[in-house]
């Protein structure tokens, strides 16, 4: 029988709850514009759709080609301080978007606030490492995703009803709702407290390091590939879930919306008592993160299958929402322990372009999702969830193998008390 060890209980994060609710309010201001995102833009700004899509496409792979810098800056000057900036960045840039009335200061604007989105999971990720230790780290990245999704919708809900009481003039409302829930989600993070292990090196005091330090670190880069492989089924619910139901299924749209809602609702219920379950449990990391992975391939099989009967629209409702079910399970065991797996894995000192990099793995896939997908479905409607599932299976085998390559801290959430032998008794000369 397998006894889990366990070691000393988690220590309670300074400031974890301004933390948290800074991260609610912001992810609030940020559902009221990402569903909406080129009409959002339209509106505010008046420019036409077609330039407003340009814009924002331009400015964005901008963004990516900024996330190396950004984790130097954080390397250089700390995730807490380069959190702040960014914070304040975007509540600037939406407090300035209903004056950017021409292409000029659209393009202006949408840039800086792109270069602060993009970089935003890599401060963020490096802030959970800087102010977390042990399973504290696997369980704010939980908490973290959970209100992300929760407060997503809620910014989504919000925004819609002020359009039904303005109309599209309410849009320029929001986008100061945007701001404001920035600058308070700033003012709260502000609050939270660094922590530094004691033994870890002032990166002012240490060796001048780079990117040629995680170039070199090939356990951690097959981490990434493997965070790659992962990140495609990630993309699958936004990208292909609604191109497979309309035209594979031939399903009505009706069903996109609910497949999105039970994964929202699951998220932002059960992500933190899934998280909880597998961290008690003394799981390695790196083998629950293989099991979301798993529980992605299952889900991937399973529209194979369904994709083959294609039955009753009725059977295709529930098969397709049990399924959403077990792809949102994966998500949910695999995210909190994938993360803290990176945040660990990188060495304290250059922890900002260790996550610049594993991120690069996340916006990667999200690139390449759409084009994928769409060639993979013109040829078989099948054919991307196959592709998919051998992916997730690749991913859950270099989780497993790169077990051992990595630093112990890293694969375990608290390392397991050691067990000693009892010293034999010394007899002594009266």
Request: with cysteine.
């Amino acid at each position: 029988m397998l006894k889990v060890l366990r070691g000393p209980a988690e220590t309670r994060v300074a400031g974890e709850r301004s933390l948290l609710t800074g991260v609610g309010i912001s992810a609030v201001g940020i559902g009221m514009y990402i569903p909406f995102s080129l009409v959002f833009f339209h509106h505010v700004t008046g420019l036409s759709f077609t330039l407003v899509g340009l814009v924002l496409t331009v400015t964005g792979l901008v963004g990516l080609a900024f996330m190396p810098l950004a984790g130097s800056a954080v390397d250089r000057f700390g995730a807490r301080r380069v959190n702040l900036v960014l914070y304040a960045v975007r509540a600037l840039g939406f407090a300035l978007y209903p004056f950017a009335g021409s292409p000029a200061a659209f393009a202006a604007v949408a840039l800086v606030t792109a270069l602060a989105d993009r970089s935003f999971p890599v401060v963020q990720q490096s802030l959970i490492g800087e102010v977390a230790r042990g399973g504290a780290r696997d369980r704010l990245q939980a908490s973290v995703r959970a209100l992300q999704n929760a407060g997503m919708g809620a910014g989504a809900l919000l925004v819609s009803g002020v359009l039904a009481l303005w109309g599209t003039g309410g849009f320029q409302y929001t986008a100061w709702g945007n701001a404001l829930a920035f600058a308070l989600a700033g003012l709260l993070v502000a609050r939270v407290r660094p922590v530094r292990d004691a033994e870890a090196p002032d990166a002012a005091e240490g060796p001048v390091v780079g990117y040629r330090t995680v170039l070199r670190d090939r356990a951690f880069l097959g981490l990434t590939a493997a965070n790659f492989l992962t990140a495609l089924g990630y993309a699958a619910l936004s990208v292909l879930f609604p191109l497979y139901i309309s035209t594979w299924l031939r399903g009505p749209d009706s069903l996109t919306g609910a497949a999105f809602t039970v994964n929202t609702v699951l998220c932002a219920g059960i992500g933190v008592l899934i998280a909880g379950r597998v961290r008690r449990s003394g799981a390695r990391r790196t083998r629950s993160a293989a099991l979301g992975a798993l529980l992605f391939a299952a889900a991937f099989v399973a529209q194979i299958v369904l994709g083959t009967l294609r039955p009753g629209q009725t059977a295709t409702m529930v098969a397709l929402l049990a399924i959403v079910v077990v792809y949102t399970l994966g998500e949910l065991v695999h995210s909190p322990s994938g993360g803290a797996l990176s945040v660990s894995a990188a060495p304290e000192a250059v922890r900002g372009r260790y996550l610049a990099t594993y991120q690069l793995s996340y916006a990667l896939a999200t690139a390449l999702a759409p084009s994928l997908f769409t060639v993979l479905l013109a040829v078989d409607g099948r054919l991307p969830w196959a592709v998919l599932a051998v992916a997730a299976l690749g991913a859950a085998l270099a989780l497993v193998l790169l077990e051992r390559h990595l630093p112990a801290e890293a694969v375990h959430a608290t390392p397991p008390t050691p067990v000693t032998a009892p010293v034999p008794a010394v007899a002594v000369a009266a």
